[in-house]
């Protein structure tokens, strides 16, 4: 479903992917790993076609995600990190917004934003804006609206981050729902090991821009002879710190912080 | 095509809720031309011709223009940091559509709080040509007796007020 071939990053003089292959099969949930600054996030772009790769290919659903992008973007969805709702518009909206964005026919829209919302326990609620939400609302609402236009492929970006444990759980019961009962291929990537573990039929670890290992949680533990994933996770990666330069967005969001301004 | 419109309708929604917005253009061109309108029309008559008012009229107008034009831009800006601009961003629709369709729904609001002032300036008498036709060309003219007197570069004003010079 997912094929990824050799493909490389490279930002002036930095290289951030180092030539990366691995597949990923229709129906299995696939868990990226890897500590800060491993390129976790610029291979998550580069999957979500919202960077190209600097060689290598990438192919969705036997889609190249360079050559022919906007077939390529149809075939997924996805969870941001940072929220990306639209904050000043209502749940039901901000869903209505998204099927319109992707082409869905009014009727199959409006009967599957029903059922995704009742699915979210969110349908009481489609009224209200998505201001008023709690985080873990508007996390329900935006893996909904990720899955709205019915993707073959679901990407999410460390989806619990910041969540009650309540929340967490909640989220990968609705998760493993839509992946057993759609057979959606759903890529994630977290840094609650534990999650993975759990969630997870395949982990990938990534770290200095190269796949170090990928297999099952077992395979992992058995490869480094450690009890834990988490542990296993550690000896492959290493145990010292990393430092990650802020993002320009996190640079603008400091910034209004500092000024104390909001919408 | 569809997501034109619906990008229309977002921006249209966004204005029409938010309150604060809403009284801001109106009060910002009231505060110049009360401001400015009782403050400066005094001095403006003494030394040239003619009102003011109708002057400044067109001035304002422009000026609301400019300013929620402003705010449109930065309105990119504030999708992008709270993330929805990544959304648009991901979705099979090209640029250009998000483009036109965020720039319709603001051009609606230009034209609301442009055309608001300058219904409002009608009910004061301003005239239709003073407002109709806001071009920024003004020109000066050298040869005047009075050098800070400036002509709106209108043929209707012009032949009123210069003899068609």
Same mark, same amino acid.
């Given at each position: 479903?997912?094929?990824?071939?050799?493909?490389?990053?490279?930002?002036?003089?930095?290289?951030?992917?180092?030539?990366?292959?691995?597949?990923?099969?229709?129906?299995?949930?696939?868990?990226?790993? =890897?500590?800060?600054?491993?390129?976790? #996030?610029?291979?998550?772009?580069?999957?979500?076609?919202?960077? $190209?790769? $600097?060689?290598?290919?990438?192919?969705?659903? =036997?889609?190249?995600? @360079?050559?022919?992008?906007?077939?390529?973007?149809?075939?997924?969805?996805?969870?941001?990190?940072?929220?990306?709702?639209?904050?000043?518009?209502?749940?039901?909206?901000?869903?209505?917004?998204?099927?319109?964005?992707?082409?869905?026919?009014?009727?199959?829209?409006?009967?599957?934003?029903?059922?995704?919302?009742?699915?979210?326990?969110?349908?009481?609620?489609?009224?209200?804006?998505?201001?008023?939400? $709690?985080?873990?609302?508007?996390?329900?609402?935006?893996?909904?609206?990720?899955?709205?236009?019915?993707?073959?492929?679901?990407?999410?970006?460390?989806?619990?981050?910041?969540?009650?444990?309540?929340?967490? $759980?909640?989220?990968?019961?609705?998760?493993?729902?839509?992946?057993?009962?759609?057979?959606?291929?759903?890529?994630?990537?977290?840094?609650?090991?534990?999650?993975?573990?759990? @969630?997870?039929?395949?982990?990938?670890?990534?770290?200095?821009?190269?796949?170090?290992?990928?297999?099952?949680?077992?395979?992992?533990?058995?490869?480094?002879?450690?009890? !834990?994933?988490?542990?296993?996770?550690?000896?492959? #990666?290493?145990? !010292?710190?990393?430092?990650?330069?802020? !993002? !320009?967005?996190?640079?603008?969001?400091?910034?209004?912080?500092?000024? =104390?301004?909001?919408? | 095509?569809?997501?034109?419109?619906? *990008?229309?309708? %977002?921006?249209?929604?966004?204005?029409?809720?938010?309150?604060?917005?809403?009284?801001? /253009?109106?009060?910002?061109?009231?505060?110049?031309?009360?401001?400015?309108?009782?403050?400066?029309?005094?001095?403006?008559?003494?030394?040239?011709?003619? /009102?003011?008012?109708?002057?400044?009229?067109?001035?304002?107008?422009?000026?609301?223009? *400019?300013? &929620?034009?402003?705010?449109?831009?930065?309105?990119?800006?504030?999708?992008?940091?709270?993330?929805?601009?990544?959304?648009?961003?991901?979705? +099979?629709?090209?640029?250009?559509?998000?483009?036109?369709? %965020?720039?319709?729904?603001?051009?609606?609001?230009?034209?609301?709080?442009? /055309?608001?002032?300058?219904?409002?300036?009608? /009910?004061?008498?301003? +005239?239709?040509?003073?407002?109709?036709? +806001? %071009?920024?060309?003004?020109?000066?003219? &050298?040869?005047?007796?009075? +050098?800070?007197?400036?002509?709106?570069?209108?043929?209707?004003?012009?032949?009123?007020?210069?003899?068609?010079?």
């Amino acid at each position: 479903m997912i094929r990824v071939r050799n493909i490389t990053k490279t930002f002036k003089s930095f290289t951030a992917v180092k030539g990366i292959s691995f597949d990923v099969e229709q129906g299995e949930i696939f868990a990226f790993l =890897g500590p800060n600054g491993a390129g976790k #996030t610029t291979t998550m772009k580069m999957l979500t076609t919202m960077l $190209s790769p $600097s060689s290598g290919t990438i192919e969705l659903d =036997g889609i190249n995600t @360079v050559r022919h992008q906007m077939a390529a973007r149809k075939k997924f969805g996805i969870v941001f990190q940072d929220p990306s709702l639209d904050d000043q518009q209502t749940a039901y909206e901000n869903l209505e917004l998204h099927g319109i964005l992707y082409g869905m026919p009014r009727k199959l829209r409006v009967e599957r934003i029903e059922q995704l919302l009742t699915i979210f326990e969110l349908w009481d609620r489609r009224k209200d804006f998505v201001k008023q939400f $709690s985080g873990g609302m508007k996390r329900r609402l935006e893996i909904a609206r990720g899955l709205l236009h019915m993707p073959k492929i679901f990407f999410l970006d460390e989806p619990t981050l910041g969540l009650d444990p309540q929340s967490r $759980s909640q989220l990968w019961t609705h998760v493993k729902y839509l992946n057993d009962t759609e057979n959606t291929t759903i890529f994630l990537t977290t840094h609650y090991i534990d999650e993975a573990e759990r @969630v997870a039929h395949r982990i990938a670890i990534i770290d200095h821009g190269e796949l170090i290992a990928q297999g099952t949680a077992s395979d992992l533990k058995a490869q480094t002879d450690t009890e !834990s994933l988490e542990g296993a996770f550690l000896a492959l #990666t290493g145990t !010292s710190l990393r430092d990650e330069s802020a !993002s !320009s967005t996190e640079q603008v969001r400091g910034l209004a912080q500092m000024l =104390g301004s909001s919408r | 095509m569809n997501a034109i419109y619906i *990008l229309w309708l %977002r921006e249209v929604k966004r204005y029409v809720r938010s309150r604060a917005q809403i009284i801001f /253009s109106l009060a910002q061109p009231t505060f110049y031309l009360l401001a400015f309108g009782f403050g400066f029309a005094p001095v403006f008559e003494k030394a040239g011709e003619g /009102s003011y008012l109708h002057f400044l009229a067109p001035g304002v107008v422009g000026m609301t223009v *400019l300013l &929620s034009s402003m705010f449109s831009g930065i309105a990119v800006l504030w999708d992008r940091q709270f993330g929805f601009l990544k959304e648009t961003l991901v979705a +099979p629709v090209t640029r250009i559509y998000l483009m036109i369709g %965020r720039t319709l729904g603001r051009s609606n609001h230009r034209h609301n709080s442009g /055309s608001t002032d300058a219904s409002g300036l009608r /009910s004061r008498r301003v +005239p239709a040509t003073a407002l109709d036709q +806001p %071009r920024a060309g003004i020109h000066f003219r &050298s040869d005047d007796r009075n +050098p800070f007197r400036c002509a709106w570069n209108d043929p209707g004003l012009n032949d009123q007020r210069h003899g068609g010079s």
